[in-house]
């Protein structure tokens, strides 16, 4: 399955992401960077430990990232805007349409 990551929202100032961005993810591992805005580094980490389950069919309610009624999963990157100045993006995981 393929995977969209959108920024939904940023606490903060993000150098790199704006919200409505997106990250394409196919096949479960094969980060297309044709298809997706520019990638932060940082924000990879948070994706890191779910990536491959959320292509594989396991759902976020499953893994805890979402609530009982929705579909999509929610994550956001590790800066702590308060501390660094920088920005804190929310993202949304939902499998591809396409």
Known sequence: MDLIVKVKGIKGT???????????IREG?????????????HSLASLMPYYV??????????????????????LQCLDPCEVTGGGTVIFEVSVSDA
């Open 14 to 24: 993000c150098p790199v992401y704006r919200v409505g961005d997106s990250i394409l």
């Open 29 to 41: 591992y094969i980060l297309d960077t044709e298809k997706s805005s520019t990638v932060c580094m």
């Open 53 to 74: 389950a959320l292509s594989k069919g396991v759902s976020p309610q499953t893994l805890g990232l979402s609530g009982a009624k929705n579909d999509s999963t929610y």
